[in-house]
């Protein structure tokens, strides 16, 4: 199987989706119906919109899927992976090779659930009238019109980052898949950077006067602004480190990208930061770690 970093941060939500699923039946197995499902759950992804357009839907699919495996007596609170889901999850990673992607998002992961029969979504496929070559038809339709899923991971490779950057990082992803965001946005990123104790960016968002419960609160409301996709924010953060002469990307580079970015800058604003006086403060402790 992959490396869980390759996979795209939708299909990571897939994956989380389908162990809610089968604990939540008390199966004994993670099978690939399990995570069918994960991907019809998982709102924004390349996999949700190729199945909504064939119907295929969870509100459909999970009462087939709850009956499909018998329940154990005892709830398995981490069940293991059937052999089925593991063969699936190695073709994704061969159809994510085919297709020359250096990430594996629900796209793969469809595709590799209906390259073999083997598994429980086919029966649930079956009972759902669709037949795995109807999935596969539309999701290569998705792909040659160039849609992709955005890997968290491969800005990280490319931007030097620092270890506490990195940690940051890792956190505010993780936060948003706890949270089934469709994004790792930049409300996630500026709510870790808050509370991560080591980083002298705490002590700058405090003295800022942030506002983290209102921020708590946006990000469970799915404000919009802090769904904003972290992407654009981290390309500015490696530019601004290389600018500064900095070998690596830190957390101060993070928050100065925040600030500078437009959509950062109205998050900061509407969260109770001064950007102005920000601004200033971080540019004073990089001068003075020169």
Avoid: C
């Avoid at 999935?135 to 339709?141: E, G, Q, S």
Wanted: no cysteine; net charge neutral; glycine share 6%.
């Amino acid at each position: 199987m992959a490396s869980y970093n390759r996979y795209s941060h939708h299909a990571r939500r897939a994956l989380t989706h389908a162990g809610v699923l089968v604990r939540r039946f008390r199966h004994p197995r993670l099978d690939t119906g399990h995570l069918l499902v994960g991907v019809m759950l998982t709102e924004g992804s390349i996999g949700y919109a190729v199945l909504n357009e064939l119907s295929l839907t969870a509100s459909r699919a999970t009462p087939h899927l709850a009956v499909l495996t018998l329940p154990t007596e005892q709830l398995i609170e981490s069940p293991p992976n059937d052999a089925a889901l593991d063969i699936a999850l190695e073709l994704a990673e061969d159809e994510a090779s085919w297709l020359g992607h250096h990430y594996i998002g629900t796209e793969h992961l469809l595709l590799g659930i209906t390259r073999t029969n083997i598994g429980n979504a086919s029966d649930l496929l079956h009972l759902l009238n669709v037949q795995p070559d109807q999935v596969r038809r539309r999701v290569r339709r998705a792909v040659s019109d160039g849609l992709t899923e955005f890997s968290l991971e491969l800005g990280r490779r490319n931007a030097r980052l620092s270890e506490l950057s990195r940690r940051v990082i890792n956190a505010a992803e993780q936060m948003s898949i706890a949270l089934d965001h469709p994004t790792v946005g930049i409300g996630h990123l500026l709510l870790i950077l808050a509370r991560e104790k080591r980083s002298a960016t705490a002590a700058l968002l405090k003295q800022s006067t942030l506002d983290i419960q209102r921020l708590e609160f946006g990000l469970n409301e799915r404000d919009a602004l802090t769904l904003i996709s972290m992407e654009v924010v981290l390309d500015q953060a490696i530019e601004q480190a290389q600018s500064l002469g900095s070998h690596f990307t830190g957390t101060e580079h993070l928050l100065l990208a925040l600030v500078l970015d437009s959509s950062g800058s109205a998050l900061l604003q509407t969260y109770g930061v001064k950007t102005n006086a920000l601004h200033k403060h971080i540019e004073e402790q990089l001068r003075n770690r020169r």
